[in-house]
């Protein structure tokens, strides 16, 4: 009866979901897609959790292990304590069962919280980390694209180029170091660290968007040049529009590249806020999730990678539920 | 373009949405913000480990006897008076009649004892559960070898407490003020388990009580109302920071946003020691703590089962160099394991730095080590450092000072639980360690490296030095031939060589000029009774 | 793009040839002038330690440059680190890690992935729901984890191991291709379904061509602009990659130097109270330069590869 929940989920769930999208078939292509899809979900979740267990297991180190050596009755009591005194297939049958239940134990690093717990007050910090991010993402990388684009060849194109190029190498970590001296220390317009007050977030979320505002600003500029040599803007032009109707016109085109990175860009977005979560001491997923791993704390890490792998699977299916929205076409294909 | 119009609209408004949901702000600085280290493990005190964690503690709770920050013997806790039997092995304290814990209940004696086993039992998980070793058969209770009736703690009233010692302790009242051994309210642990460190849950019996606590993040404390005594100017408000980086730390204490950073990083001390920060008395406080970096070199490894090898390499490293050009943090150069003006019963002091300690000298041992073992050059061996960035700065200057005798290392960096299990199993040849005081006194140092010690990791078993510190156990009381005593098994551990000691690690903390009250002390910890903030 | 080319083969070279160039040991620690900014009071210096090489090349290379240079050495024109060794010396030896990373890395993932993409489009359905599926879930994996386990686990192994060949820069090898080859099988896949039911290829079926010679000829020559696309994203990736595991303490180990290891140094130099900037800007620059070109050179292959030539 333990077992019951995670028979249904992982077994039960994806079946019935793929003998639908089976008869759905017949009728709409996408919708059997999409059913497909949404069993993969359980399935990838149980790979994941699979794989992450013998990871985790298989590295030297456990969570015990500190400079000062843990009395040996000591171990053995926290190890009974924490379950990981039972055989390898029970524990991985147990956090199988539990993550069913949406329950992965308590934390061996945070004794006084349960996983669960550590990833609800964490979360919101990283949502919002995030959310920010993808914003800045798209104020300067859209922007900044079509600038480029319209002055192909000439300076504004390079400099954006070069741009482009500083940002997509230098790590965030220096970004964020450098960006501090000014805005932190010289004006003393942002707080150093933190997330007491909402100009707080600022910063990280700038320092987390930037690359990506690099990457949607490639994806715009070369999306552009090509629509505006299309048949499309050509059309656009026959038909005496100003130049600036036919700019937006390629710009909708370019959109299509765009939209199908979001996802994609809101997963890297989630899973790359740990350095910056750690520089600017902001309490969210990420540094968990690093910590977590170094730390081996096993039932947080799988917590956290569960959790990532459930968020980048869901936004790169929203990604693909969007894209006929921007592009009638995909609809078709 | 009404598709681009709404993903702006749409990504700005979950943007403001989540911003609301947030709650960001909310909460008033606090009186005091303290920029601690990392969050800690748990707020049960058997639980907790790190000096970041036992600062914590020491706000929230009070053990029977209480240190003092300027260095003193251990002052008045919950015990108001303690004797001492003639013989040294029986203690008994004399509890304060009108101890609280912070919900009201009234704490007595015989609750304290509870607190105390329940710190030697398995499940705990008390790091430290051989930190009352010396009590009558809390050893073997710990175990599971004997009954909790057999542990010599108990409640001769509700109001005294009596420790009955195996043998006597150099310094039984130190231990006792160290926070793993704070108390803990039975009447709570007894309804909600595991669940009493909760914030809704929590009491403690310190001069200030928990109020609400963030992961990670942030820990606040206001005056505990049953706490014995009131300080007129004490501190209506209390921030612990939880914060893992210093650079973090540092550009939080920069920015003003806390009162009191417990570590600067070590890239930020040239520039703070040049500037005015750094006159006496003024933001920057360093203090000599109570703590060796050194390195292990495994004796059970080929190429270190000859002293004269191991000794060679300690030779060659110029630690007044690495101390006063690469560190530059304030820290001691390191020739002995224990550090400068340790305590509780022993003179050893710093030996001065060996006159022959040159290249050369450490050429001719190596050889003359390496020729016994029929060699002609040591092979290359690994030295294992944890991933932190002075830990990765000491190893890459060790390797360069080592090639100049000849000598290959290559630097590993490993995380610091990988690195532990390696050194626990004996699978290295030279490893990075750091050891700091429990309490002060040479003995806490030099019994890691005792055979039975499950803190050697070296594979060094010398009877002659284990001989040498048991007799130091029976002279506990008289000083001068303790010492020597120690001092002679000292010489031993660093003849024998399974140790590198590199430096003496110091205190850096920097105290806003308004934070009164505080004292750099060498055990690193603040007595948050004591602060008041006058601006 | 001439120009663009001859600096990146220029920068390629340099790397190549640092041996024989005229630089200051990287891991030459001088605590005496540790931190200096970057100063040119002096060009040359001489009279210090020449670095140490190891390998079949290393005795004739230190031979050729005394016989062309003596003992001199360019004097820390880019300022020195904390540890007093020349920013300059580091970055180019750091050039040859880096680059080498970059560009092996790449081309295994990129390999890999097409391969991988490749017969997935190929297979069409069963096979190709079942490879790309495999490929989600090794994707859905978060990299982070995957890295850090992977270094401890490679690591360890060494240890254990001292005779395998497996040295510090093919771990880092492998764990960046390991974790960057499953966007390039995406993007192959995606390019190898549209051209199966491209029109020249039902052509050339008709014509009664072999599929073996159709995907030899028609498949995968049309497949080289998106793989030469996926690559000059791989790139940068896989260099933000290996500054990454710097920035936790598992990337180039010591002596050894990477661009990486610099920023990240470089970074802990960066305090509220001080900012050694020229630790952070000039191995800052040299990646993002390399970028660049590598970018605008792979665009260019790419546009140049395109069937029907400048598009």
């Known amino acids: 009866m333990q077992h019951l929940p995670a028979v249904l989920l992982f077994v039960v769930l994806p079946c019935v979901l793929l003998w639908l999208a089976r008869n759905a ?155 501090m001296i000014p805005l932190v220390f010289q004006w003393r317009l942002l707080p150093a660290a933190g997330l007491h007050e909402p100009a707080a977030v600022l910063l990280p979320s700038l320092c987390l968007g930037l690359p990506l505002a690099a990457q949607v600003a490639r994806l715009v500029r070369s999306g552009m040049l090509e629509a505006l040599r299309g048949e499309w803007v050509r059309t656009l032009r026959a038909a005496g529009l100003p130049e600036r109707r036919v700019a937006a016109g390629a710009l909708r085109l370019a959109m299509v590249s765009v939209v199908a990175f979001l996802g994609q860009a809101a997963a890297a977005v989630l899973t790359g806020s740990l350095v910056i979560e750690q520089l600017f001491a902001i309490p969210g997923l990420g540094a968990h999730f690093v910590e977590s791993a170094l730390n081996r704390d096993f039932t947080l890490a799988l917590g956290v990678v569960i959790l990532y792998t459930a968020l980048a699977y869901v936004l790169n299916w929203t990604a693909d539920l969007l894209l006929p929205v921007v592009d009638p076409r995909a609809e078709v294909s | 373009m009404p598709a681009l119009r709404t993903l702006l609209l749409s990504s700005l408004a979950l943007g403001a949405i989540v911003f609301w949901c947030c709650g960001l702000g909310g909460e008033e600085r606090a009186e005091l913000v303290i920029g601690n280290g990392p969050d800690p493990m748990s707020l049960d005190p058997a639980q907790c480990q790190s000096v970041a964690d036992g600062r914590l503690m020491a706000a929230l709770f009070s053990g029977l006897v209480t240190l003092d920050p300027t260095g003193g013997p251990p002052q008045q806790g919950m015990a108001r008076q303690w004797t001492v039997s003639e013989h040294g092995k029986r203690w008994s304290f004399n509890l304060r009649p009108e101890l609280r814990w912070s919900d009201g209940t009234a704490l007595i004696a015989p609750d304290l004892v509870w607190s105390y086993l329940r710190f030697l039992q398995p499940s705990t998980g008390a790091r430290m559960a051989d930190l009352l070793d010396c009590v009558v058969g809390a050893a073997d209770h710990r175990r599971g070898l004997a009954p909790a009736s057999a542990v010599g703690i108990t409640a001769s009233s509700a109001h005294e407490i009596v420790f009955q010692l195996r043998e006597i302790h150099p310094c039984f009242l130190t231990l006792l003020a160290q926070f793993p051994l704070f108390p803990v309210p039975r009447h709570v642990i007894e309804r909600h388990g595991s669940a009493w460190t909760r914030t809704e849950n929590f009491v403690s019996n310190g001069s200030m009580r928990l109020v609400s606590r963030r992961l990670r993040d942030s820990i606040r404390l206001e005056p505990n109302p049953h706490w014995l005594s009131k300080t007129p100017n004490g501190l209506q408000s209390l921030e612990f920071r939880c914060v893992d980086n210093p650079a973090t730390l540092l550009n939080l204490y920069v920015a003003g946003e806390v009162d009191i950073a417990m570590d600067v990083p070590m890239a930020a001390m040239p520039t703070l020691l040049a500037s005015p920060h750094a006159a006496p008395g003024s933001e920057l406080r360093r203090h000599t703590r109570l703590g060796t970096y050194f390195l292990r070199l495994n004796v059970r490894h080929p190429s270190f089962e000859n002293a004269a090898v191991r000794s060679a390499l300690a030779l060659a490293v110029d630690r007044v160099a690495l101390t006063t050009r690469l560190l530059r943090g304030g820290e001691a150069p390191a020739w002995n394991f224990t550090p400068p003006g340790i305590h509780c019963g022993t003179l050893l002091h710093q030996a001065p730095p060996p006159q022959h300690a040159t290249l050369a000298a450490a050429q001719k041992l190596l050889q003359t080590g390496l020729a016994s073992q029929g060699l002609r050059e040591l092979p290359p061996f690994e030295l294992l450092h944890t991933t932190d960035p002075l830990d990765a700065a000491v190893s890459e200057w060790l390797q360069q000072r080592w090639q100049e005798i000849g000598v290959t290392c290559r630097a590993v960096a490993l995380d610091a639980r990988t690195l532990r299990t390696r050194m626990a199993a004996g699978d290295y040849a030279a490893a990075r360690s750091t050891w700091m005081a429990d309490y002060d006194d040479a003995s806490n140092f030099l019994e890691c490296f005792e055979s039975t010690s499950a803190a050697n990791r070296t594979g060094w078993i010398s009877p002659a030095y284990d001989a040498l510190l048991r007799e130091a156990r029976t002279l506990v009381g008289d000083d001068a031939a303790r010492s020597a005593k120690l001092r002679e098994a000292e010489t031993l551990l660093l003849s024998a060589g399974p140790i590198v000691p590199l430096f003496h690690h110091a205190s850096r903390t920097l105290v806003k000029p308004w934070v009164r009250g505080f004292t750099p002390n060498p055990l690193e910890w603040v007595n948050p009774a004591a602060l008041w903030v006058q601006r | 793009m001439k120009a663009r080319l001859w600096l990146l083969a220029c920068i390629g070279l340099a790397a190549l040839l640092v041996p024989l160039l005229p630089l200051a040991d990287p891991a030459a620690v001088d605590l005496e002038r540790a931190l200096q900014p970057p100063s040119a009071a002096a060009w040359l210096e001489h009279g210090r330690t020449l670095p140490q090489w190891h390998g079949p090349l290393a005795g004739p290379c230190a031979a050729l440059r005394r016989a062309c240079f003596g003992d001199a050495q360019i004097a820390p024109l880019l300022g020195t680190d904390a540890l007093g060794r020349c920013v300059l010396a580091r970055i180019a030896n750091g050039a040859r890690i880096s680059l080498l990373i970059a560009l092996v890395a790449s081309l295994a993932s990129l390999s890999v992935g097409t391969l991988w993409g490749a017969s997935a489009g190929l297979a069409g359905g069963r096979g190709d729901q079942l490879l790309m599926r495999g490929a989600d879930i090794l994707g859905a994996l978060p990299l982070t984890f995957l890295v850090i386990f992977v270094v401890a686990l490679l690591r360890s192994w060494r240890a254990e191991n001292p005779e395998s060949s497996l040295d510090q820069t093919a771990v880092l090898l492998l764990v960046t291709a390991v974790v960057s080859w499953i966007p390039a099988a995406r993007m192959v896949r995606a390019e190898v379904l549209s051209l199966r039911s491209a029109v020249f290829v039902d052509a050339a079926r008709l014509a009664g061509a072999t599929p073996a010679r159709i995907l030899r000829q028609h498949i995968l020559p049309n497949t080289a602009p998106v793989a030469i696309a996926a690559w000059t994203l791989t790139v940068p990736r896989i260099l933000v990659l290996e500054s990454f595991l710097s920035f936790l303490g598992l990337g180039v180990e010591a002596p050894g130097v990477s661009w990486g290891l610099q920023l990240r140094q470089g970074c802990d130099a960066l305090t509220a109270v001080h900012a050694s900037w020229w630790l952070i800007v000039f191995p800052g620059l040299a990646l993002a330069l390399t970028l660049l070109l590598l970018g605008s050179v792979g665009e260019a292959l790419r546009v140049r590869l395109q069937p029907g030539g400048a598009a």
């Open chain 1, 25 to 179: 078939a017949r009728r709409t292509q996408r919708r059997a897609a999409l059913l497909r899809r949404a069993a993969w979900l359980p399935l990838t979740v149980l790979c994941v959790h699979g794989l992450s267990f013998l990871l985790i297991h298989a590295v030297p180190g456990g969570p015990f292990d500190d400079e000062r050596p843990l009395p040996a009755e000591t171990r053995a009591g926290l190890e009974a304590r924490f379950g990981l005194d039972r055989p390898m297939l029970v524990q991985w049958a147990a956090g199988v069962s539990g993550m069913a239940r949406g329950d992965f134990g308590p934390s061996l690093a945070h004794r006084d919280y349960s996983v669960s717990e550590v990833v609800i007050t964490a979360l919101p910090p990283s949502l919002l980390l995030g959310a920010l991010a993808l914003a800045w993402t798209l104020l300067l990388g859209i922007p900044a694209g079509v600038w480029a684009a319209c002055r192909r060849g000439k300076a504004a194109d390079h400099a954006v180029n070069a741009a482009i190029a500083l940002l997509l190498a230098l790590p965030t970590f220096v970004l964020a170091g450098l960006l």
